[in-house]
């Protein structure tokens, strides 16, 4: 069973889902919300990177929910890739289910997979090889 069947199996069961990922505390502490600071440099690139516009969340909000992100990228971003965010621009920041390429990483929407092409890992860059370590690694971008 690869990371995507699982993530829909677990979704029956949300604590085991949360917890089985690594997301459990956070989640349930915030379940979403603006993360401030909110900015982020991807790992092998100290000069590129974007910020965090909004965490999603379970049950609470239609548009920022986590299963309805699912659903609607599971065909467009890599497998064993779950959305646990997105940027101001409409990109996705992802968790990795798979223990052979664990991390966060950052999707750009505007290189994803043509219509029809399964997507791979062209246009997703690492930011952090755990979840507690992005969340160390968000800082204030000074404007």
């Known amino acids: 069973m ?3 069947d699982r993530a829909i199996k677990s979704f029956g069961t949300v604590n085991d889902f949360l917890i089985s990922f690594r997301l459990g505390n956070f989640v349930k502490k915030y379940n979403g919300g603006y993360p401030d600071p909110d900015a982020f440099l991807f790992l092998n690139d100290e000069e590129d990177g974007s910020s ?3 965490f999603l969340s379970l049950g609470c909000e239609k548009h920022h929910d986590l299963r309805n992100y699912f659903i609607d990228y599971k065909d467009r971003i890599p497998l064993d890739f779950l959305p646990i965010a997105h940027d101001p621009g409409g990109n996705l920041i992802l968790i990795s289910l798979s223990n052979d390429n664990p991390g966060v990483f950052f999707w750009d929407h505007e ?3 043509d219509e029809g092409e399964l997507p791979d890992m062209s246009n997703v860059h690492l930011i952090s090889h755990t979840f507690t370590d992005f969340l160390s ?7």
């Not at 690694?137 to 404007?143: F, Q, R, W």
């Open 111 to 113: 290189f994803e997979a």
């Open 2 to 4: 690869n990371g995507r």
């Open 137 to 143: 690694v968000l800082y204030k971008l000074e404007i």
């Open 52 to 54: 965090v516009d909004r």
